[in-house]
Structure formats: structure tokens, C-alpha cells
């Protein structure tokens, strides 16, 4: 269908249109597109087909044989969006301005930070789709009802006898404040969303999409819980049209046509639904769009069938073949009833006289149908990916050299589903950006946590000041070659080439300033000066501590400590004598002040040091070191 460019009605998110929309400039936009995207949606469709293994397979009427369907759509599909590295992908801030580094990095760490908070698949689904249809959407939405309010003052304040205003309970203030901030610091008020191409029209226009309308199909007693204002005389088990419209500034809700709730400004700054576009097509900004968006099935979906239908018919040739029928000649009468009677496996047989019992003719499969069932499969590769990127050695490549080159160059195919991928995250990036200034207005700490690094951040609206660039990388890349590119990295760093940061950044480092800064922590913080200077700090306390507690030690106290040998604690047995010897010795030398005197002391202080068994030490880095429990 070509739209109808010269209609009269306004359309609500134009570029100058900026007017509330009416609940007729959405249904006219509605119906108009909801016809526009018809073969879209066909397509789609189609697509889902293939991908689930829901094609039609041919079989003649009368064979008693299910249709062969191979999961080469479904693997192509998968393969392709596991090749688009999307748990590694690199986000970097350009600077502002040379004294901007500080900002730049607190901005980077937080949005990597809220795409560690998403826990859902959203990044995968939203890639798989992209190859699937052509097109994908993310969807952004500030979580209003789980953030909580901030308290409003004016509910804790009244009017004294003197007309003057002033807090009549201070401290439930504070507190009620005070829960407000920590409730905020562990709530991630952020909700990214994936939205099936089908569920969606929008607008169509080349530059950029200034509205979309999302519809869906819910059942009547859930749109009541939901929304009770609505009035409809649909039964509970009923279905009804659920749709929202949304443009830069304004959102609503309807249902069967009916506003629910809105027109509202939404506050956002932007339009919240963000597109991956690979680009398959010849033309992407031009044509309707089940020309502009084709997923990489879309060529093959006649060799996808002719590989199903010769596999069918291979099955069938090879059923017949494995078990054979049985012939019955002679009259019609005594064939017939020789025939009803008839076993085949494991059973005694009569055979009525003038009966004559044969195997049908063996039907082997012929060799044309593997042949054409390799060509096929070979055109498909051709018009896909080659098998190498699924793992597969090809034949006639001899080295694992040539087999990787083959590899890369076949992941080639994967890269522009990954760099609209990239676009879009950088997009939902500046959503992210924009939030913090428009919705949060205020502190928002992310706390997220992957395998290697943690990303505690807070960000406040004055970091980011309008500031919404971000730069994302993602690559459609074997994990070998990651590996490939961090030694790469290294041997440039050796050689002076590059710097220590591009060189953490190329070993995949998400924040190499915060590990540069943590580094040059840790050298001084293990240094030798700075180790000697926190072993000596710590004797001194430990030997004040020993001195309060366990005073001078001499004589018959001395003695009686000489029980301590065999208590728990103590790393072995003394030998006979040797604790009268040592007793002499220690009451008989000078002993320093931060060395306890005594047995008991000597015990005690072991114990601290973490010579005995349990108990904790700390360590300069700040960690802790807990020893195995034994005994």
C-alpha cells in the first residue's frame, strides 16, 4: 500500500506540530498505518513460520508420512545473533572539553553500569529479531510506580497561633527523608523492553521517527483491573484492542478506541522507542516497508522448502525401504481375505491355496535427490553464511589459518545487524542520560556487577548537563579473536605504540582509568615502606592492648601458665622441659614493649597474627583473608 501523503488531519509529532493530540488524530493515524504495515506484518509472519519449523511441506494425499522439517532456519537465526558480541560491547564518552576525563568516566561507568542492572534478555531478543524481521525496537520507560517520592515538606508543616509556618514533627521528617534516599540508592528505576516489529506502527518518514502506536490484544477482565474507568460491554473472556501512543512529548492509552488514560506530557525528553536496523535491503529509506526490512531468511525461503521437501521425500523412499509391504497374488477373493489375516512380525501365518505372498519391490532412494538435496543446502550457505562460522571444517582448507580467514570473512554478514545494535544502545544511552535530568532529578547510584568488574556508580543531573554523546562498539567477533586483539594490544603497549589505556580498552576493560587509578593504589599501598610502616603501627596497638590486659607476668603466674601448651591455639606440642626452660628464659630477658611477656601472651599474640587456627587479618588492600576452620 502506498500512503496517502496529502491527508488533512494533523499528525501528532511532526517537527512543528507541538499540539496535544486529540482521540481523532490518533485513530486516523492508526487506521491509515495499521493498512500500511499489512504486508509487513505478512512477512513477519512468514518469517516466524520458517524460524519455529511451521512451513509447508507438500505430501501427496494418501502417503501416511509427517513432512521432514530441518532446523536450518531456526539455526541460522540463533547462530547469527550468537555471533554478535553483546556482552562485550564498548561504550566511551567523547570529552567535552581536556578537563572533562573525570565527568567522561563517571558517565561511561554508569551507563555501563544500568545495562548490567537489565537482567532480562533484552540485548539478545532484540538482535535475534533484528535478523529475523530486518527491524527490532527497544523500549525505554522510567519505573514511576516502583521509584518512591521524595517526602513533600509541606505534609510535615502547619500553621501556629501566629500564622507563622513550621515543622510540627522534625524528626519524622528526617527519617521519612531519610528512608526516601535509601530506598532510591537500591532501586533502578530504569525499564528497557523489547517490542515485536508487529506490535508496533510508527512513523514512516526518513529523517527519524516522530511517533510509534504499540497495540495489543488483552483479555476484558484484565483491562477492567487495569483501567476500571473504561466502559465496555465486552464479557471478561472477551479480547480487546489495547494500544499506546507516544511522541516526543505527549503519551495515551486506549482501549477498543476508548482514551484510558491521557494525553499526558511524559516528560521524557524523547520518544522512548529506539530501532535496530541492519540495513538488508537494497534501499533501507526507501520502498514500503516489507521492502526496506528483510531478515536473512527472506532469500531463501524457496530453497528452505526444497530442502524440506526433498528430506521429506527421502524419509519416505527410506521408510518404504526399511519396512518393506507385502504383495498378495491370486484371486481377489482368497488375496483379500489372506490379506486381512495376515501378521507380519512374529506371527504364524495360513495362506489360503491360490495365494502366492511377495515383498513389495525394494525402492531405494536415488542418488539425484542427495545431490540436489547438497545443492540446495550449498545455496543456501551461499546465500547466508558458510558453515565454518557454525564450527564446521570445510573441506579442501587444510589449516586452521585458513579456516579462521574463512570464519572472519563470513562474520562480515553479522556486522550490520551489530552496528545498528550499537546505534540503538548508543540512543537508549542518551535516554538514560536524558531520565536522570528530566524524571530521577537527582542522585541515581547503579549497582551492577559482572564478571570481572563491579560498577558502582551515582550520577546527578549536574554531570550531565545536557551532555547526551556516547560511542558504542560492538563487534560480530569469535571469541578468539577477542583474545587476538587484547595480545595485539599488549605487544603495541611494549612497543610504545599506544598508550596503557587504548591498550586495556583493546583487552576488553571497560574502565581502563578507574583499573589505572586502582593499580597505582595498589603499588603503594604494597610497598615495602608502606608495609613496614602499617606491620609497625600494628605491633605498637597490639602491644598496648597485650600490656592492659594481660600485665607483667612473673613467678607462680608464670607457672601456672605453663597449662597454655596444650590448649587450643598453640601450633604444636613443646617437648618435655622445654617449657620450664622457655619460662626461665622469658622471665629472666628484657623483653620489648610491644612483645607481650608470658606464655600466655606469646599465645595471644599468635592467635592475633593469624598463626592459630580461625580469625580474620586484615590486608592493606582492604580485603579480607579468613583462614580454614580446622579441629
Given at each position: 500500500?502506498?500512503?496517502?501523503?496529502?491527508?488533512?488531519?494533523?499528525?501528532?509529532?511532526?517537527?512543528?506540530?507541538?499540539?496535544?493530540?486529540?482521540?481523532?488524530?490518533?485513530?486516523?493515524?492508526k487506521d491509515d498505518y495499521m493498512e500500511y504495515y499489512e504486508a509487513f506484518r505478512h512477512q513477519c509472519a512468514e518469517e516466524e513460520k520458517y524460524y519455529m519449523g511451521k512451513n509447508e511441506v507438500p505430501v501427496p494425499e494418501g502417503m501416511n508420512?509427517?513432512?521432514?522439517?530441518?532446523?536450518?532456519?531456526?539455526?541460522?537465526?540463533?547462530?547469527?545473533?550468537?555471533?554478535?558480541?553483546?556482552?562485550?560491547?564498548?561504550?566511551?564518552?567523547?570529552?567535552?572539553?581536556?578537563?572533562?576525563?573525570?565527568?567522561?568516566?563517571?558517565?561511561?561507568?554508569?551507563y555501563i553500569g544500568c545495562w548490567q542492572s537489565i537482567k532480562e534478555p533484552v540485548k539478545k531478543t532484540a538482535v535475534k529479531q533484528a535478523f529475523l524481521y530486518g527491524i527490532s525496537f527497544m523500549k525505554l520507560m522510567f519505573k514511576a510506580d516502583?521509584?518512591?517520592?521524595?517526602?513533600?515538606?509541606?505534609?510535615?508543616?502547619?500553621?501556629?497561633?501566629?500564622?507563622?509556618?513550621?515543622?510540627?514533627?522534625?524528626?519524622?521528617?528526617?527519617?521519612?527523608?531519610?528512608?526516601?534516599?535509601?530506598?532510591?540508592?537500591?532501586?533502578?528505576?530504569?525499564?528497557?523492553?523489547?517490542?515485536?516489529?508487529?506490535?508496533?506502527?510508527?512513523?514512516?518518514?526518513?529523517?527519524?521517527?516522530?511517533?510509534?502506536?504499540?497495540?495489543?490484544?488483552?483479555?476484558?477482565?484484565?483491562?477492567?483491573?487495569?483501567?476500571?474507568?473504561?466502559?465496555?460491554?465486552?464479557?471478561?473472556?472477551?479480547?480487546?484492542?489495547?494500544?499506546?501512543?507516544?511522541?516526543?512529548?505527549?503519551?495515551?492509552?486506549?482501549?477498543?478506541?476508548?482514551?484510558?488514560?491521557?494525553?499526558?506530557?511524559?516528560?521524557?525528553?524523547?520518544?522512548?522507542?529506539?530501532?535496530?536496523?541492519?540495513?538488508?535491503?537494497?534501499?533501507?529509506?526507501?520502498?514500503?516497508?516489507?521492502?526496506?526490512?528483510?531478515?536473512?531468511?527472506?532469500?531463501?525461503?524457496?530453497?528452505?522448502?526444497?530442502?524440506?521437501?526433498?528430506?521429506?521425500?527421502?524419509?519416505?523412499?527410506?521408510?518404504?525401504?526399511?519396512?518393506?509391504?507385502?504383495?498378495?497374488?491370486?484371486?481377489?477373493?482368497?488375496?483379500?481375505?489372506?490379506?486381512?489375516?495376515?501378521?507380519?512380525?512374529?506371527?504364524?501365518?495360513?495362506?489360503?491355496?491360490?495365494?502366492?505372498?511377495?515383498?513389495?519391490?525394494?525402492?531405494?532412494?536415488?542418488?539425484?535427490?542427495?545431490?540436489?538435496?547438497?545443492?540446495?543446502?550449498?545455496?543456501?550457505?551461499?546465500?547466508?553464511?558458510?558453515?565454518?562460522?557454525?564450527?564446521?571444517?570445510?573441506?579442501?582448507?587444510?589449516?586452521?589459518?585458513?579456516?579462521?580467514?574463512?570464519?572472519?570473512?563470513?562474520?562480515?554478514?553479522?556486522?550490520?545487524?551489530?552496528?545498528?545494535?550499537?546505534?540503538?544502545?548508543?540512543?537508549?544511552?542518551?535516554?538514560?542520560?536524558?531520565?536522570?535530568?528530566?524524571?530521577?532529578?537527582?542522585?541515581?547510584?547503579?549497582?551492577?556487577?559482572?564478571?570481572?568488574?563491579?560498577?558502582?556508580?551515582?550520577?546527578?543531573?549536574?554531570?550531565?548537563?545536557?551532555?547526551?554523546?556516547?560511542?558504542?562498539?560492538?563487534?560480530?567477533?569469535?571469541?578468539?579473536?577477542?583474545?587476538?586483539?587484547?595480545?595485539?594490544?599488549?605487544?603495541?603497549?611494549?612497543?610504545?605504540?599506544?598508550?596503557?589505556?587504548?591498550?586495556?580498552?583493546?583487552?576488553?576493560?571497560?574502565?581502563?582509568?578507574?583499573?589505572?587509578?586502582?593499580?597505582?593504589?595498589?603499588?603503594?599501598?604494597?610497598?615495602?615502606?608502606?608495609?613496614?610502616?602499617?606491620?609497625?603501627?600494628?605491633?605498637?596497638?597490639?602491644?598496648?592492648?597485650?600490656?592492659?590486659?594481660?600485665?607483667?607476668?612473673?613467678?607462680?603466674?608464670?607457672?601456672?601458665?605453663?597449662?597454655?601448651?596444650?590448649?587450643?591455639?598453640?601450633?604444636?606440642?613443646?617437648?618435655?622441659?622445654?617449657?620450664?626452660?622457655?619460662?626461665?628464659?622469658?622471665?629472666?630477658?628484657?623483653?620489648?614493649?610491644?612483645?607481650?611477656?608470658?606464655?600466655?601472651?606469646?599465645?595471644?599474640?599468635?592467635?592475633?597474627?593469624?598463626?592459630?587456627?580461625?580469625?580474620?587479618?586484615?590486608?592493606?588492600?582492604?580485603?579480607?583473608?579468613?583462614?580454614?576452620?580446622?579441629?
Open positions: 500500500m502506498t500512503l496517502d501523503r496529502d491527508i488533512e488531519y494533523k499528525i501528532p509529532g511532526d517537527p512543528g506540530n507541538e499540539f496535544e493530540p486529540t482521540l481523532d488524530d490518533i485513530l486516523n493515524l508420512i509427517d513432512p521432514v522439517r530441518p532446523a536450518t532456519a531456526t539455526s541460522l537465526i540463533n547462530v547469527a545473533a550468537d555471533h554478535v558480541d553483546i556482552s562485550n560491547f564498548a561504550i566511551d564518552v567523547p570529552l567535552a572539553s581536556r578537563r572533562a576525563t573525570a565527568r567522561a568516566e563517571k558517565l561511561k561507568k554508569f516502583a521509584y518512591p517520592d521524595a517526602p513533600k515538606i509541606e505534609e510535615y508543616q502547619s500553621i501556629n497561633e501566629e500564622g507563622e509556618t513550621i515543622l510540627f514533627d522534625e524528626t519524622l521528617y528526617k527519617n521519612d527523608l531519610q528512608d526516601f534516599l535509601d530506598k532510591r540508592k537500591i532501586t533502578f528505576p530504569f525499564v528497557v523492553k523489547n517490542v515485536n516489529p508487529t506490535n508496533l506502527i510508527w512513523d514512516d518518514s526518513k529523517d527519524q521517527i516522530n511517533w510509534v502506536i504499540e497495540h495489543y490484544e488483552h483479555e476484558s477482565k484484565d483491562m477492567r483491573k487495569r483501567y476500571p474507568q473504561w466502559a465496555s460491554e465486552k464479557k471478561d473472556h472477551e479480547m480487546a484492542n489495547y494500544m499506546e501512543y507516544w511522541d516526543g512529548e505527549y503519551a495515551a492509552g486506549l482501549a477498543d478506541e476508548q482514551i484510558v488514560w491521557g494525553p499526558i506530557k511524559h516528560g521524557y525528553g524523547f520518544l522512548p522507542f529506539f530501532p535496530i536496523i541492519p540495513a538488508n535491503a537494497i534501499n533501507f529509506d526507501a520502498g514500503p516497508p516489507e521492502t526496506r526490512y528483510r531478515g536473512i531468511l527472506k532469500p531463501v525461503h524457496s530453497l528452505l522448502d526444497a530442502e524440506a521437501r526433498l528430506m521429506t521425500q527421502n524419509e519416505a523412499i527410506l521408510r518404504q525401504y526399511a519396512w518393506r509391504t507385502l504383495d498378495f497374488h491370486g484371486n481377489r477373493t482368497s488375496a483379500q481375505e489372506t490379506a486381512d489375516n495376515y501378521e507380519l512380525f512374529g506371527a504364524t501365518n495360513i495362506v489360503l491355496p491360490g495365494t502366492d505372498v511377495r515383498p513389495s519391490p525394494i525402492a531405494s532412494p536415488p542418488t539425484e535427490i542427495l545431490q540436489q538435496l547438497s545443492l540446495v543446502q550449498g545455496l543456501i550457505e551461499e546465500a547466508t553464511y558458510p558453515n565454518v562460522v557454525r564450527g564446521m571444517r570445510p573441506t579442501g582448507v587444510g589449516s586452521g589459518f585458513h579456516t579462521s580467514v574463512l570464519a572472519g570473512m563470513g562474520r562480515l554478514v553479522f556486522q550490520g545487524v551489530a552496528s545498528g545494535m550499537a546505534r540503538a544502545i548508543e540512543q537508549v544511552n542518551s535516554g538514560f542520560a536524558q531520565l536522570i535530568e528530566n524524571k530521577v532529578a537527582g542522585p541515581l547510584t547503579v549497582h551492577a556487577r559482572s564478571e570481572s568488574h563491579s560498577f558502582d556508580q551515582t550520577i546527578n543531573p549536574d554531570d550531565v548537563k545536557g551532555y547526551y554523546e556516547n560511542i558504542v562498539t560492538l563487534k560480530a567477533e569469535a571469541p578468539e579473536e577477542r583474545e587476538r586483539e587484547a595480545m595485539l594490544g599488549i605487544r603495541l603497549y611494549q612497543s610504545d605504540l599506544i598508550s596503557k589505556y587504548e591498550a586495556m580498552r583493546r583487552a576488553g576493560i571497560n574502565n581502563p582509568l578507574e583499573m589505572m587509578n586502582q593499580q597505582a593504589a595498589e603499588k603503594v599501598a604494597f610497598s615495602p615502606q608502606a608495609m613496614d610502616s602499617q606491620i609497625n603501627e600494628f605491633m605498637q596497638q597490639l602491644g598496648g592492648d597485650m600490656q592492659q590486659q594481660l600485665g607483667q607476668e612473673s613467678g607462680a603466674n608464670a607457672g601456672a601458665n605453663l597449662g597454655n601448651q596444650f590448649m587450643p591455639g598453640q601450633s604444636q606440642l613443646q617437648r618435655p622441659g622445654e617449657a620450664t626452660n622457655q619460662r626461665n628464659r622469658m622471665d629472666s630477658q628484657a623483653q620489648p614493649d610491644v612483645f607481650p611477656q608470658g606464655l600466655s601472651g606469646i599465645d595471644a599474640l599468635g592467635a592475633a597474627l593469624g598463626t592459630a587456627p580461625g580469625g580474620t587479618q586484615g590486608m592493606p588492600s582492604g580485603q579480607e583473608v579468613r583462614r580454614n576452620q580446622s579441629g
